[in-house]
């Protein structure tokens, strides 16, 4: 049976509080929730994904303030929440970009911490520690498996993804506009190539790092597994409607099998490294 979703593509201009964010952003998924079973949120979308001095200053446990005013928006309007992203503080003082899916009783089913930190040396690499493990849960999509960003350039974590029965991948994302055509490139190459649903929710607005303004680059988007756009935003905040039909994997994987020819591993497994 299809699955109304809706992405919420969220303006994260550095000139708006995150407390005051927080507040509109709430109010955009009580107004998204009317029409819509799961809903999708942005990467960092309290502080902004590019600006490291905000996510060091607000970030919280993963059971903090935030964790719960989301919690309790999914319990309210009876959704499954994909909350985006947030700065998580552990108990050690250690950053994650961590994130969050409630289940429409308001309880976290599944938390991921970002696996591949953006910045090369600096930025959100320099501020926040990895994660190390592979998430999946069960959704109205089936096997659901979670990313974020800068994960989408590296395809053999969507491929441990389908490997762990994924059937659609929900990544919350913070992509600049200046790359924003290997964005939606990337996005389906990952669905194409894993056969698999992609709801990709990114942000919008203008970011100051303190050291440069960078423009995020919108185009949020739901793609089908054969690589259709179903649904996609532009360069303003909004929400973005699409219904997604879980049953299209099963279809396309019986009637184009290619998962079934997968080699690499194998060969990679039996190379003789004396050769």
Known sequence: MPVSVALLQIDVSSSEAPDAREARVLNMIAEAAAGAQLLLLPELWHVGAFDMRAARLHAQAIDGPLAQHLAAAAR????????????ERDSAGRLFNTSLLFDPRGSLVASYRKIHLF?????????MSGGVEVVTATTPLGVTGIATCYDLRFPELF?????????ATLIASGWPQSRIEQWSVLLRARAIENQSWVLACNEVGVQDTG?????????????????????????????????????????????????????????????????
């Open 211 to 275: 050291s440069e303004q960078i423009s995020l680059g919108g185009y949020s988007a739901v793609i089908s597994p054969s690589g259709e756009v179903l649904a996609s935003g532009a360069g303003e905040e909004g929400i973005i409607h699409a219904r997604v039909d879980p049953a299209a994997v099963t279809q396309l994987r019986a009637s184009l099998p290619v998962l079934g020819d997968i080699r690499m591993r194998s060969i990679l497994t039996d190379a003789d490294p004396g050769r």
């Open 119 to 127: 910045g090369f040396q600096a930025g959100e690499s320099a501020v």
């Open 76 to 87: 309210a309007h009876g959704i499954w929440l994909h909350a985006g992203s947030i700065a």
């Open 159 to 167: 491929r441990a993804l389908t490997q762990e029965g994924a059937e």
